[in-house]
């Protein structure tokens, strides 16, 4: 039997790998993006045998991408895709094309494109002045300004739900989605452990559960959101709900946080940048770096590595500025 045989399409052979890819344990969320990417490009190549394709075929698409592409995101940005992401659908092709050749034989058209390359951006994070003026916009709304009265602001209802979700990930740094999957039972208040289930469920990249802490801080604000919640006793019930009753998702956690960045006139606030606020705060603090991989769930220790070259240049700059022997001009 020819097991490269030409009838087989380019959505079957989709279908077939996130299959395979699924059955081979990868995370939901590596799943939904090879599946989103391959997608698109079957949208904009349209169904043929793989038999057909060339290494032409993805590069005329990646060249797309960068050029032509306008990607619609939620909070109204029309810059263009990133090299990083154009670097995943690179990646995306090399896995589905790496495993069609391994199956079916097929020869792969993406050995032969090179990477593309991209800069890594400096990792942003939050000063305490920025964490200040976010949690004042957790309780505030805008001031408002009429004909007929003085300026006046009025205290949002979801106050409490939004500075517990700032300080949670601030003394977490949880992801997004580690965020939205926790239930009331997940947190324990009285010791301030969080419990990051294994699995899907759990949000967990790799699906690799691990237990977090909160601060006294943090802890007292996550209980007074609950406190006023009628579902705040139910260990069942999502920890953080949107004002429909429904549990959080990465995209809505998004917009909120870019929103309350917004209000607080912010620059670049997304839940991941408080992340990397807690690591370089944890290592500046006298946390050690293999303490913050178990606490970050990484894999290895490269970016751990990163937040602490940064914390050290951090220290650096702070003694070239403070140092007493300099300012004493001795």
Known sequence: MNRSSPGLSIAKSIDGFLKFKTAEGLSQRTIA?????????????????????????????????????????FNGSKEPLSAKSIRNVWVTFRSFFGWLHVEFKYTNPAIEITAPKFQTHPVETFTKEDVEKILKACVFSRESQ????????????????????????????????????????????????????????????????RTVYLGKVARKAVWRYLVGREDGDDPRAPLFISQADRPFNKDSLRVLINRLGSRAEVKKTYPHKFRHT?????????????????LLGHGSLDMVRHYAQIADMDVEQAHRKASPADNMRL
């Open 33 to 73: 993006s090879y599946e989103y990417m391959l997608n698109h490009w079957l949208k904009y190549i349209g169904d043929r045998s793989v038999s057909e394709i060339q290494a032409s075929d993805l590069t005329g698409y990646m060249a797309w991408l960068r050029t032509e592409y306008k990607p619609v995101r």
């Open 146 to 209: 009429t004909e007929e009265r003085k300026k006046f602001v009025m205290r949002r209802p979801s106050a409490n739900r939004d500075q517990a979700i700032v300080l949670m990930l601030l003394d977490t740094g949880l992801r997004a989605t580690e965020l939205c999957s926790l239930t009331i039972n997940d947190v324990d208040l009285k010791t301030g452990k969080v419990t990051i289930r294994h699995g899907v469920i759990g949000g967990a990249k790799g699906g690799k559960g």
């Open 278 to 294: 807690f690591a370089i705060t944890y290592l500046r603090s006298g946390g050690d770096v293999f303490t913050l991989q178990s």
